[in-house]
């Protein structure tokens, strides 16, 4: 009973991150059934059929690879642009500071559909074709304020004493920025630049409102939610997880074993 | 344009105040920087508010064109027919967010303190879910509450569903196609919009004050209550807002996991805009929605004390 | 105000600083100031947080627009010169290290940005100078403090600098290293011969290592000279309390005796040199007459017979002492003064000083000061937060 109490926080957070973890879980062993019907929501059999043959579903690795394309577009543009204002946030003062703020907090303080629905209205009234660019500007436009913030926490960490310590030293302004700036900020840039690539990969509202005939691979999968749910859905969403999680742990070992030879 | 200069590097302990001399080169660098993004975003996100809030006060329609008439009374009809999804919306919203605080403070206690050399792995397995598309994760839930299956039959012999359907969440056996089907896809979806940002404010919290607060003779819920749920406040703070603003315009999780029913404003708001093709009344609700949202943002943000988010 | 000192001894000067001022909006940070500092000396800015040192030594370093005046490297006027255009080279505060560079890149810095390409010589023989030769690969974290700042002093040195600037490079170190480092800095100096100006707030640490010592008070320098000759003839009460403890004591002249001021304070008759009193010295005026801890002797009331003729001596009454190995400190009481200090070498302790014990205090005339009463009598003390008040007002 003492034992319980005392790990009560322990059992409750790790009962959380199982609530966190089951779907992904069910997603893997589902992706070795061979259902019955059109839905796999029911266990039948084992098969590998759907790992054999992941694009064997019309459409699907072609949508897979169209978010690919637009998460890798939109995450370039959303860096880029986004980098520089927080560049010029946390370095310059400047008029209007207040307003520019507002300006990138609100995007994230709107629910998505109010952002979709408006965009759209804008399009509509443009005339524009809905498809790939509108999708593209939409996506450019809600990942910049993720990436600004991130980069801007890493910049306003830094020691500005570094850039003086580098000018100091002999380095023009734009070989401060080159030399000193960008290799210190690289890390709050990167993070900043994985945020954009997933939440433009995984976007489904915004794109869904904007897309026209376009289909991405969380259309797909929405669509597929009402024809019904090929088991490949399930091979993809696993492999993503693998690889991603691999990179990361990946990424700490090499980071670990760089610490421990330096020591 | 005047006041435009380098903010001063670290101002050396003595420069009080910033520098208000003109420097004459580099005095555009920072319009240059922000020209681009902030164009970007007035063009894609300003102007179409301004278009939306236009098209709201319009009428007419799809075949002969929409004009503005300032036709204000499309709000009214709009309150007056989907209020109930707005009060659903909601609900359904804060029920989620009060499930995630309650959920993610233990996990992000325990990444933050308990979680020692392990640290790094729960944090992944927290952050992993992200990288499966959260349309393929939130299937999965059907699989899970599917009717039948082990986790309502456990919730059934616990007499869990009792309860729940006395709450009025479920009926019957069944979980799927449920208001409380709903919650837990909400739940599950925005826990780690909770988590993360409430490990970032745990893990600022020095360990030492904890010792202190015991020193102090606190038995430890105590120093639980005043001391780490003080400090972590931050965390609460942003924590709340991120779980709440996307639950309450989501329409994925009551599309997918539930029934008419449960039809969420969201799920209005695509269906007017995408297939009613009525887009004065979409527009007013999403203005509605933007509106509350930001009244209740702005309200919970001045009680709770804590404005510097961004 | 007492002593913006124009040293015109040592012409042209490794820097020369004439009418230079700093002004943030309405807040004026360095007041105009003349200042020289001679080819190849170890010189100090000292004073407390706030004082005006800091943006001084930005604005040699070119860090900081002056906003009148001109900054003079021998004979070159950098004024408007950017920082990376100066021969001179800063060890900043906390060092900022490049983070993302190692030991060997950190040092290389200064002279591959002006384009030498064989490094590689120049950077060893400067590792082996501050002796970090074997730590050339690591990265800055993975070094001590210590070896840190030794890295930034490399990093600066290397480049040959008319000047180096030393930014409170000491300040973050434990008491122990910063002994250490202190005379590891004055080595490297006398080594390679470069005019150092090093800003502190530490007294002790300006006085170990500088051949002159600037005394810097909100904005202003308030004395120059070397360091015995602030600390034995300070000029205001700023530099008398901050440097080192000083007793002040109100006194009125009565008149003069030969050589030396007659002074009344409390029904006391104290004598000062004339030639030690900066302040006016007319009859009926006052003054205030200091006097070093460390050059009072103690005597107990009732051995008071034995203390010799021409020492000044006044009586009081201990109310605190505190044994610090080396030495005792005392807090006396006196009708002529309250809370003065009196420190006395551990030779032949004497156990009736104790509190409440009835004492004379006396010394040699010769080694009082004669302040302008008109001043602040608490000017620079520095325990509490008055030096940082000052700044800011």
């Known amino acids: 009973m003492r034992w319980l109490r005392r790990n009560l926080v322990v059992i409750a957070g790790v009962l959380t991150?199982?609530?966190?973890?089951?779907?992904?879980?069910?997603?893997?062993?589902?992706?070795?059934?061979?259902?019955?019907?059109?839905?796999?929501?029911?266990?039948?059999?084992?098969?590998?059929d759907a790992w054999k043959d992941p694009c064997g579903v019309a459409d699907l690795c072609g949508s897979l690879s169209l978010s690919l394309q637009i998460a890798i577009w939109s995450t370039i543009g959303a860096t880029v642009l986004g980098t520089m204002i927080a560049f010029a946030l946390a370095r310059y003062r400047f008029r209007a500071?207040?307003?520019?703020?507002?300006?990138?907090?609100?995007?994230?303080?709107?629910?998505?559909?109010?952002?979709?629905?408006?965009?759209?209205?804008?399009?509509?009234?443009?005339?524009?074709?809905?498809?790939?660019?509108?999708?593209?500007?939409?996506?450019?436009?809600?990942?910049?304020?993720?990436?600004?913030?991130?980069?801007?926490?890493?910049v306003l960490s830094m020691d500005p004493r570094l850039e003086e310590a580098a000018k100091d030293l002999y380095a023009s302004p734009l070989q401060t920025f080159l030399r000193v700036t960008l290799p210190i900020a690289a890390p709050g840039i990167a993070a900043g630049a994985l945020l954009a690539f997933a939440l433009s990969f995984d976007d489904f509202i915004i794109t869904n409102f904007n897309a026209g005939s376009t289909v991405t691979f969380p259309m797909y999968v929405w669509g597929s939610a009402q024809r019904g749910t090929p088991v490949q859905i399930n091979v993809i969403g696993t492999a993503m997880f693998a690889v991603a999680v691999i990179c990361v742990l990946a990424g700490m070992l090499i980071g670990n074993r760089r610490r421990k030879q330096a020591l | 344009m005047t006041t435009v200069t380098e903010a001063p590097p670290e101002p050396p302990a003595e420069a009080g105040k910033p520098a208000a001399r003109r420097r004459p080169r580099g005095r555009f660098v920072p319009y240059w920087l922000l020209l681009p993004g902030i164009l970007w975003l007035v063009v894609f996100f300003a102007l179409p508010m301004l278009y939306q809030a236009s098209t709201s006060v319009q009428t007419g329609s799809l075949t002969e064109g929409y004009e503005v008439t300032w036709h204000f009374a499309t709000y009214w009809d709009a309150i007056g027919e989907y209020w109930p999804q707005f009060l659903r919306s909601v609900q359904y919203a804060g029920t989620a967010t009060v499930l995630c605080l309650l959920l993610g403070y233990p996990l992000a206690y325990l990444i933050a303190f308990k979680a020692g050399r392990w640290r790094s792995l729960v944090l992944i397995l927290?952050?992993?879910?992200?990288?499966?598309?959260?349309?393929?994760?939130?299937?999965?839930?059907?699989?899970?509450?599917?009717?039948?299956?082990?986790?309502?039959?456990?919730?059934?012999?616990?007499?869990?569903?009792?309860?729940?359907?006395?709450?009025?969440?479920?009926?019957?056996?069944?979980?799927?196609?449920?208001?409380?089907?709903?919650?837990?896809?909400?739940?599950?979806?925005?826990?780690?919009?909770?988590?993360?940002?409430?490990?970032?404010?745990?893990e600022r919290i020095d360990p030492r004050l904890h010792e202190a607060a015991g020193d102090l003779y606190a038995r430890p819920f105590t120093t639980f209550r005043k001391v780490t749920f003080r400090l972590s406040m931050p965390g609460v703070v942003s924590g709340t807002l991120l779980t709440f603003i996307p639950a309450s315009g989501d329409y994925i999780n009551s599309q997918l996991l539930g029934s008419t029913n449960e039809k969420m404003i969201g799920n209005v708001i695509q269906s007017q805009f995408l297939t009613v093709l009525d887009y004065p009344t979409a527009a007013a609700l999403s203005f509605i929605l933007m509106a509350a949202i930001l009244l209740i943002v702005t309200f919970y943000i001045r009680r709770s004390g804590t404005e510097d988010l961004v | 105000m007492t002593d913006q000192s124009i040293n015109d001894t040592v012409p042209g000067g490794a820097v020369r600083l004439s009418g230079i001022s700093k002004t943030y909006g309405s807040y004026q940070a360095v007041q105009p100031l003349e200042l020289t500092v001679p080819q190849g000396s170890f010189f100090a800015l000292l004073g407390a947080s706030g004082c005006g040192k800091t943006t001084t030594l930005r604005m040699i370093a070119g860090l900081e627009e002056p906003?009148?005046?001109?900054?003079?490297?021998?004979?070159?006027?950098?004024?408007?010169?950017?920082?990376?255009?100066?021969?001179?080279?800063?060890?900043?505060?906390?060092?900022?290290?490049?983070?993302?560079?190692?030991?060997?890149?950190?040092?290389?810095?200064g002279l591959r940005r002006?384009?030498?390409?064989?490094?590689?010589?120049?950077?060893?023989?400067?590792?082996?100078?501050?002796?970090?030769?074997?730590?050339?690969?690591?990265?800055?974290?993975?070094?001590?403090?210590?070896?840190?700042?030794?890295?930034?002093?490399?990093?600066?040195?290397?480049?040959?600098?008319?000047?180096?600037?030393?930014?409170?490079?000491?300040?973050?170190?434990?008491?122990?290293?910063?002994?250490?480092?202190?005379?590891?800095?004055?080595?490297?100096?006398?080594?390679?011969?470069?005019?150092?100006?090093?800003?502190?707030?530490?007294?002790?640490?300006?006085?170990?290592?500088?051949?002159?010592?600037?005394?810097?008070?909100?904005?202003?320098?308030?004395?120059?000279?070397?360091?015995?000759?602030?600390?034995?003839?300070?000029?205001?009460?700023?530099?008398?309390?901050?440097?080192?403890?000083?007793?002040?004591?109100?006194?009125?002249?009565?008149?003069?005796?030969?050589?030396?001021?007659?002074?009344?304070?409390?029904?006391?008759?104290?004598?000062?040199?004339?030639?030690?009193?900066?302040?006016?010295?007319?009859?009926?005026?006052?003054?205030?007459?200091?006097?070093?801890?460390?050059?009072?002797?103690?005597?107990?009331?009732?051995?008071?017979?034995?203390?010799?003729d021409g020492r000044n001596r006044i009586t009081g009454r201990i109310t605190a002492t505190s044994f610090i190995g080396v030495s005792t400190q005392y807090v006396i009481d006196s009708p002529v003064a309250d809370g003065l200090e009196v420190y006395a070498q551990n030779i032949e302790r004497d156990t009736r000083l104790a509190p409440g014990a009835e004492v004379v205090l006396h010394w040699n005339p010769a080694h009082g000061f004669g302040l302008d009463a008109a001043q602040d009598i608490d000017a620079g003390l520095t325990d509490g937060s008055d030096g940082a008040d000052e700044g800011a007002a």
């Open chain 1, 17 to 48: 991150l199982a609530f966190l973890i089951l779907p992904n879980i069910v997603v893997l062993i589902f992706s070795f059934n061979r259902p019955k019907g059109r839905f796999n929501y029911a266990w039948q059999e084992f098969s590998t």
């Open chain 3, 114 to 308: 002006r384009g030498i390409k064989s490094v590689k010589k120049q950077v060893g023989e400067m590792l082996e100078l501050v002796q970090l030769t074997e730590h050339a690969q690591k990265k800055p974290h993975q070094l001590s403090g210590g070896q840190q700042q030794r890295v930034a002093v490399a990093r600066a040195l290397i480049n040959h600098p008319k000047v180096l600037l030393l930014d409170e490079p000491l300040g973050a170190l434990d008491l122990k290293l910063r002994r250490q480092m202190q005379l590891e800095l004055k080595r490297i100096q006398t080594e390679v011969g470069i005019t150092f100006v090093h800003v502190t707030h530490d007294q002790e640490e300006a006085m170990t290592m500088a051949d002159q010592v600037a005394v810097m008070n909100a904005g202003a320098v308030e004395q120059l000279g070397a360091p015995t000759e602030l600390y034995e003839n300070p000029g205001t009460t700023f530099v008398a309390n901050f440097l080192g403890t000083s007793n002040l004591i109100e006194a009125e002249i009565t008149g003069s005796s030969g050589d030396d001021l007659v002074l009344k304070a409390g029904d006391g008759k104290l004598a000062l040199p004339t030639t030690r009193c900066r302040a006016a010295t007319a009859t009926g005026g006052k003054l205030l007459l200091g006097i070093r801890p460390e050059k009072i002797t103690l005597t107990h009331a009732d051995d008071a017979g034995t203390v010799p």
């Open chain 1, 97 to 154: 500071r207040g307003a520019v703020s507002s300006l990138i907090f609100l995007p994230m303080a709107m629910p998505e559909v109010v952002m979709a629905a408006s965009l759209l209205t804008l399009f509509l009234n443009m005339g524009a074709q809905l498809g790939f660019w509108t999708i593209l500007i939409a996506h450019i436009m809600f990942c910049l304020s993720f990436v600004v913030t991130a980069v801007k926490a890493r």
């Open chain 2, 126 to 202: 927290v952050i992993a879910p992200f990288f499966t598309s959260f349309l393929i994760r939130t299937l999965a839930w059907k699989t899970i509450l599917a009717d039948g299956g082990p986790v309502v039959g456990a919730l059934n012999t616990l007499h869990v569903l009792d309860v729940t359907s006395w709450l009025g969440m479920t009926e019957g056996d069944r979980v799927l196609a449920t208001p409380l089907a709903v919650v837990c896809g909400l739940t599950y979806n925005f826990l780690p919009f909770m988590v993360l940002p409430l490990y970032t404010s745990l």
């Open chain 3, 67 to 109: 906003t009148t005046g001109t900054v003079h490297l021998g004979d070159q006027d950098v004024t408007g010169l950017p920082p990376y255009k100066r021969p001179v080279n800063t060890v900043f505060q906390s060092y900022a290290l490049f983070p993302h560079l190692d030991i060997q890149e950190n040092v290389a810095f």
